[in-house]
T-cell receptor, first 113, second 117 residues
Framework: LAKTTQPISMDSYEGQEVNITCSHN???????ITWYQQFPSQGPRFIIQ???TKVTNEVASLFIPADRKSSTLSLPRVSLSDTAVYYC??????????????FGTGTRLLVSP | ETGVTQSPTHLIKTRGQQVTLRCSSQ?????VSWYQQALGQGPQFIFQ???????GRGNFPPRFSGLQFPNYSSELNVNALELDDSALYLC????????????????FGPGTRLTVL
């Protein structure tokens, strides 16, 4: 079964770059690795996804090594509003067909002035 | 706003009762996933429906069941409620094309907060 590990918490200051890594093994080879942001009492919000190498959008970058055993979310120049919990999401490497989706353990990011 | 709605917002039940939670997916989305999120923890995958068929399930007992309707809205039913079922229940829809990866971008609703006394 797929297992994921993330740092429990991280602290940063406004304007800094933040990198959050998720370690994941036994993930499906044909699935995206996806990252979500969640604020208290809200549903997770999509940030970015990718298969491998590097993906960049208007809010973040995602780095995935060739072995896909980890992924790193990079948030450039964070602001106070980036204070939230960040999760990776991967697919379990079931033997046949669809198995299940596995969220990471979550990283609580606190951005200070 | 993701266009995914859930009802009710909050619900209080007692042990042994049954509950039905509802989710309306975003227009054009044919896939709905349900998650349970206990306080302070990450979402746990319950199951996923694609075009009215369950196509994946997490480690939840059979008393957790679901339905997806022709308009792709969905229900989560939980029988014989237990205290540990108290959680935020999240539904997410996605526009999966046939053969597309399972972790396609999902759009989450605000959740239903269930309290079991």
């Amino acid at each position: 079964l797929a297992k994921t590990t993330q740092p429990i918490s991280m602290d940063s200051y406004e304007g800094q770059e933040v990198n959050i890594t998720c370690s994941h093994n036994n993930i499906a080879t044909n699935d995206y690795i996806t990252w979500y942001q969640q604020f208290p009492s809200q549903g997770p919000r999509f940030i970015i996804q990718g298969y491998k190498t590097k993906v960049t959008n208007e809010v973040a970058s995602l780095f995935i090594p060739a072995d896909r055993k980890s992924s790193t979310l990079s948030l450039p120049r964070v602001s106070l509003s980036d204070t939230a919990v960040y999760y990776c999401l991967v697919g379990d490497s079931g033997n046949t067909g669809f198995q299940k989706l596995v969220f990471g353990t979550g990283t609580r990011l606190l951005v200070s002035p | 706003e993701t266009g995914v709605t859930q009802s009710p917002t909050h619900l209080i039940k007692t042990r042994g009762q049954q509950v039905t939670l509802r989710c309306s997916s975003q227009s054009g989305h044919n896939t709905v996933s349900w998650y349970q999120q206990a306080l302070g923890q990450g979402p746990q995958f319950i199951f996923q429906y694609y075009r009215e068929e369950e196509n994946g399930r997490g480690n939840f007992p059979p008393r957790f069941s679901g339905l997806q309707f022709p308009n792709y809205s969905s229900e989560l039913n939980v029988n014989a409620l237990e205290l540990d079922d108290s959680a935020l229940y999240l539904c997410a829809s996605s526009p999966n094309k046939q053969g597309s990866p399972r972790t396609d971008t999902q759009y989450f609703g605000p959740g239903t907060r269930l309290t079991v006394l």
